[in-house]
């Protein structure tokens, strides 16, 4: 590789590479696989941590959900703007799990690693995987005869080039011609192992003399926010679906625990005492359920002045639906939702992307379109006139700067409500 291209590629790295927010944490770790011209073809995403633990020593199932949880929380969006695939080393644990990646199958690329047993479970996990169009790797492949099931399903065969003899290899992918497979090259190191093994017919190439893999720094998102912000999404659908709501606040135990001391306190006075989650639901309500699961799940991390200017734009934007007559759960969502940026340092477009979120609630964050965008523009500018104490106000702002004071004050009670249960 000249001088340039390498220039070249470290660009493009350094674009791929740059955190998400303020670069506070070390989420993972990104190496290019190239093709025969130099180009970047996919990024392999690594685990790591700041603690310099290897993904054998913290476990492949964990190592496997932190990877795929950074790739859904902070590396798509760099993923799909290089129109690159990103390949994931997955535990045979999650393999077998019902509940698998929740990731695209175009921008993720499954890598089963050599340490795995292909039992007929595996086998029949990846073909249902491979039926669904995610596209398979074997990583290290060693042409062990027992890994000959899984060949038929892989797109890539990844060979160590360090641990193995170029003739040996030249035979094997002779004798596995007829498969459409893209050969690649792992552990390249000098310019001579790249044209030897671009001479034997492999397509693509990794390893350190493209570029050894560089760190991927950004704000984390929790997972407990995600996990909120799910159960929030659930609360502002149109006819929420109570057993939905449940099943999602089960997910997230401490959040359970929380609602049922919320809904127990002398606070809500229930007659007997609730032990169970669809009677804390149905105690609290949804409209304070919702207030709820954003005071614990979305702002408990966030600062005190953070969290009550969250909930009264929120609350804020509810009363000012309510005299618009349109829903008041998706407004309140929507000025909640809006905050993202404020209470977590991420960019509202990656945090919403996260979420998957409907058109109409997405447009109104990001561009104040649609009903409830000019309700939370409206109250944004509310915020302002009330943080600069403006005078000769219009009857119009005038009126909106009461509903917001009111708002306010509905916030620190329930803020208050919160320290009277510590």
């Known amino acids: 590789m000249d001088d340039l291209k390498l220039k070249d590629l470290q660009a493009e790295m350094k674009g791929m590479t740059q955190g ?94 050599e340490r795995m047993v292909p039992t007929r479970d595996l086998v029949a996990a ?55 497979l893209k050969w690649v090259a792992e552990r390249v190191e000098t310019r001579e192992e790249r044209d030897l093994y671009r001479q034997l017919g492999f397509e693509l190439f990794q390893g350190y003399y493209h570029a050894r893999p ?68 149905t105690h609290l309500g949804l409209r304070r359920l919702t207030s709820w699961v954003a005071l614990f799940g979305l702002l408990g991390d966030a600062q005190s002045e953070h969290a009550e200017l969250a909930l009264t734009r929120a609350k804020a934007c509810e009363m000012l639906a309510q005299h618009d007559a349109v829903c008041e759960q998706n407004a309140y969502f929507v000025g909640l939702l809006s905050t993202a940026e404020l209470l977590f340092g991420v960019p509202r477009e990656e945090f919403l992307h996260c979420l998957q979120l409907d058109a109409t609630t997405t447009e109104a964050i990001l561009h104040r379109k649609g009903a409830y965008g000019s309700i939370l523009q409206r109250i944004e500018m509310t915020e302002r006139h009330f943080a600069m104490r403006e005078t000769g106000l219009s009857d119009e702002q005038a009126s909106l700067l009461r509903l917001y004071r009111q708002a306010q004050c509905d916030a620190f009670e329930l803020i208050a409500s919160l320290d009277s249960l510590s």
Not at 25 to 46: G, M, N, R, T, W
Not at 79 to 90: G, I
Not at 128 to 140: N, P, T, V
């Open 20 to 113: 998400i927010g303020s670069a506070d944490s070390l989420l993972l770790a990104s190496q290019p696989i190239l093709d025969q011209h130099d180009k970047i073809y996919a990024v392999e995403l690594l685990y790591r941590n700041e603690t310099g633990l290897s993904a054998t020593e913290i476990g492949e199932s964990i190592a496997t959900a932190e990877v795929v949880y950074q790739l859904h929380t902070a590396m798509t969006q760099k993923v799909k703007a290089l129109k690159v695939p990103a390949f994931v080393n997955v535990s045979a644990d999650i393999l077998l799990s019902e509940h698998f990646l929740p990731l695209s199958p175009r921008h993720a690329v499954i890598e089963l690693v």
């Open 126 to 180: 990846v073909r249902c995987l491979q039926s669904q169009g995610y596209r398979i790797a074997l990583d290290d492949f060693a042409f062990d005869p027992e890994w000959e099931p899984l060949l038929a399903l892989a797109s890539y065969v990844k060979v160590d080039i360090s641990a193995c003899d170029p003739a040996e290899v030249q035979r094997h992918k002779a004798r596995l011609s007829h498969l459409k």
């Open 214 to 281: 560089m760190p991927v720094y950004g704000r984390k998102i929790p997972a407990a926010t995600l996990q909120a912000a799910a159960l929030l999404r659930a609360l502002h659908q149109p006819e929420p679906d109570t057993s939905e709501v449940i099943a999602l606040i089960q997910a997230d135990p401490e959040m359970a625990l929380k609602l049922t001391r919320v809904a127990n306190s002398a606070f809500y006075r229930p007659s007997t005492p609730i032990n169970s989650l669809r009677g804390v639901v």
